[in-house]
Structures are given as C-alpha cells and as structure tokens.
C-alpha cells in the first residue's frame, strides 16, 4: 500500500461546477499537509496548506480528517484555469515529506 | 522574497554519459534543500536532502549523488547515466512548517 494515495482522475467537468479531491494517508505521524497544483510539463505550486480546523483560500477549501487519515479539497466554481493535476503532500517533518501522484482536472467550456 | 533557479531546463545525454545538474536559491540563507525525480505521469520522488553545507542525505539508493558545496547551491550528478534515469529532476527550498517551493526543474532524456 502507498503511503499516500490519491483518487487516480481524471476529473473532467464543466465551468461551474464544484469538484473534490481526496486523498488518504498511512502514516499516524504525519503532521504538515499540503495541496501543489502542477501544471502541464512545469514545477509544482504550492496551492494551500492544511489546517486541522480546515482552511478556505478563495474558491478553495482544504479539510483534514486526523482520525480516518484522510485530506480533502473542495473547488467551488471550477474555471479553466483551475485544469492541472493536484498534488496531495504528507509530511512527518522536514526531508520527510511524500507526495501523492496527483489527481489530473480539466476544466471544459 | 526567495528565488530558486535551476539549469539546464532540458538535457539529452546518452548512456554512460556524466551529469551535473545545479541549483541555487536566492533570498535567504541556510535553507533545507530537496532533489526530487518525477517519472511521466506520477509523483515526486525524493532523492536527496540536506539541511546545510556538506550535509546529504540519501533517500533512494542508486547512482545519482548530491553535494552541497555552499550554503545556497546544491547539485545533483552522477558519473554514468542510465536509462532509467530520465525524468523531471526537480529543486526544491524548504519553508517553514515543511512547505517546500521547487525551481523550473530539468528535464532529462537518456538515449
């Protein structure tokens, strides 16, 4: 079993619409969480990161559930721009970190 | 504000060949840095880490190698490529609370 894992997409949906990602984790030590958008052939960004209160940044809103190990984003309002593959990211401390292998979302017109 | 740069963007090397791949960081000092490798279609893959000057850790055994010579310069080589090596080969900082911003990256094709 992976220690992070990533619904596998791809998501298509129209302009509009509201998606969810999840992703769970393996590891009860985990203890920074994170969400990267990566674009077609670029670098990853971080996106947000994930609070155990839950955050919101805009149309997006991030969740952490310690107890089912899992994370969750919530987009609200897809736009075109939103298409690009998320990155779930677990962390145990610095230089531990995994990354999930992404979840591919195209927004379509 | 911080500023990671990393070269070549894309490389072809044949088999057998050597690398040096660099990266530096700008805007702040004594930074964790990170080399990831990312295969087509999935995750990173964390190759090296190092928390200051001359201190490497390995995470994957194989025949890359990390050196960090100064504070904010950290490279990535390897005296003979292999096939398997090809891939996205991307730098990273690390911020506070294990956030991590990475450069461009490098694209690697061995032939």
């Known amino acids: 079993r992976k220690e992070v894992e990533q619904d596998p997409g791809p998501f298509n949906v129209p302009e509009g619409a509201t998606v969810a990602f999840n992703c769970t984790y393996s590891n009860s030590a985990s203890q920074s969480f994170f969400w990267y958008r990566q674009d077609c052939r670029k670098e990853p960004k971080l996106l947000m990161s994930?609070?155990?209160s839950g955050n919101e940044d805009g149309r997006f809103t991030a969740q952490l559930n310690r107890a089912s190990q899992y994370i969750s984003l919530l987009i609200r309002d897809s736009k075109l721009s939103d298409s690009a593959t998320y990155l779930c990211v677990v962390s145990r401390r610095a230089g531990k970190s995994t990354f999930g292998d992404g979840t591919t979302l195209t927004v379509k017109p | 504000s911080q500023t990671i740069h990393q070269w070549p963007a894309t490389l072809v090397q044949p088999v057998g060949s050597p690398l040096s791949l660099e990266c530096t960081v700008e805007g702040t000092s004594n930074p964790n840095l990170y080399w990831y490798r990312q295969a087509a279609g999935r995750g990173l893959q964390l190759l090296f880490y190092s928390v200051g000057i001359g201190q490497i850790s390995s995470e994957v055994p194989q025949n890359l190698s990390a050196s960090r010579p100064q504070d904010r310069q950290f490279i990535l080589s390897s005296k003979k490529l292999l096939l398997s090596d090809s891939g996205f080969y991307l730098c990273a900082w690390g911020g506070a609370r294990e956030t991590q911003y990475f450069g461009p990256g490098t694209r690697l094709l061995v032939l």
């Open positions: 994930v609070y155990s």
